[in-house]
């Protein structure tokens, strides 16, 4: 078992200098994926990377690696760590950078101490986890583990018009690699929980068995403008109404059904949004999850029956595109039964857990035996400027993460 520790000040100094990265005028960290801010959050951990000694490799999607081949390891397939830099709007500092840094961090201090790893290690900064400019979320681990085509993901329209291929160009992240180039040995992602379970529980490591399916639509409603004050309510084809009446079916659904299910309307934007104009049409976004594949399909078709009635008793057209679709995923019982050893021989408390969140860990599961570890989030907030985890917790995990790291490098096979 290993009692050392990683450096703790250097990677909590580094969160926080990413941290900074990227904020708007208004001070919001805002590094959506492939824009100018989040080049600069990218550029940043490249030359930590290569302050680090290790190679960089980025691909064809923009997925940046930091990689560490010690004398021997030959091309043997890589332990990879890692996570995500692009954020959320007025995001927080820990969402995913937390990890690729972590993993950064675990490296240094092996290298430091003169641990020299079986295999490679691989640092991994995936492209668009997030999804908010360009859909679906998890995108470049998604092309990394070839769930969705270099090309088409590299010809997505943005929400605000661009390619994501152009901009990676534009930026410089548009590499050479093909996605998948380096087959990982097994991944494990360290971040924080986003969610209330582990501070609420009062345990401090969460070994993450299995991650929730996730849906996302966008609907849109259309019907009639009219004038606000002189159109009885009888004779109204009302996009904005209707789409209110779409929020609350899904909300009193989740809650209802007394299950995991949850739903989440976070984009909407009416035409021609007036205050004196009935809206002509309502388009927003529609994020269902279940950790049951059954349950999340039933919840689909519950939307699609209502989405009917509605057009039925409102008078308006309604369609439906997909966004994103990804089923839950279970991860790989072995490095779960290594992650919960690691903490209670740290003498920290531990419990499996299911992943609310998305994460590139879902995604390279397709390729590679993969796990994760969470870390508390202080009040269960996240994709917030108000998300927080202790220094003391941060550092624990990613301690766990460093012995979790040398037990797999160690083994021969
Ligand atoms: O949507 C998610 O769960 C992740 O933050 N992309
Ligand atoms: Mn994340
Ligand atoms: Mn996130």
Redesign the pocket.
Known sequence: MSNQSINANRLLGRIRELGEIGRDGDGRLVRLAASDSEKLGRDRFVAWVKDAGLDVAVDRIGNVFGIWRPEGTGDRPPLMLGSHIDT?VNAGMY?GCYGVLSGLEVVETMKAQGFVPSRPIAVAAFTN???VRYAP??MGSLVYAGGLGVEDALATMGTDGTTLGEELERIGYAGPEEPGFLQPHAYIELHIE?GPVLERESILIGAVENLQG?SWQRVTIDGDANHAGTTPMSMRRDAGHAAARVITFLHDRAIASNTPTVATVGCMSFEPNAINVIPSRAAFTV?L?DPDEDRLKAEEAELVAFLDRLAEEEQVSVSVERLARFEPVKFDAKIVGLIEKAAKDRGLTCRRMTS????DAQMIARIAPSAMIFVPSVGGIS?NPKEFTTDGDLVAGANVLLDVVRQFAREEE
């Open positions: 959320v969402d986890e997030e999804g979320d998890m986003q996730i994020d999850r609310g969140a998305g994460h994709h």
